[in-house]
């Protein structure tokens, strides 16, 4: 099972921009189809963005397009997640997820865009 640890959260002002990392230990990251998630309070869990187990294909949750950009670089063992434009509605605690026959989840980075 490969463990997971997030980074790079804060608090930003609305307009800003934050890139989260999610590095990846146990097993090679290859391995696994890549995704972020968030959850603010009061809500469900929800997917942000997703990438292929090589970065061939992604997809985003209609609300981010256009504003992040999901990446991973498997030979370092690390996916990212650039997130600009941000809005008061991106505050949540944010998750990475890897997508195996036993998933993994990290333990969220706290993400603030506030005034």
């Known amino acids: 099972q490969v463990q997971l640890v997030e980074s790079g959260g804060g608090l930003v002002q609305p307009g800003g921009s934050l890139r989260l990392s999610c590095a990846a230990s146990?097993?090679?990251?290859?391995?696994?189809?890549m995704s972020w998630y968030r959850q603010a309070p009061g809500l469900e869990r929800e997917l942000v963005a997703a990438i292929t187990k090589f970065g061939s294909s992604t997809i985003y949750a209609d609300s981010v397009k256009g504003r992040f950009t999901i990446s991973r670089d498997n030979a370092k063992n690390m996916l990212y997640l650039q997130m600009n434009s941000l809005k008061p509605e991106d505050t949540a605690v944010y998750y990475c997820?890897?997508?195996?026959?036993?998933?993994?989840w990290g333990q969220g980075t706290q993400v603030t865009v506030s005034s």
């Open positions: 146990g097993r090679i990251l290859s391995d696994y189809a």
């Open positions: 997820y890897a997508q195996g026959t036993i998933p993994s």
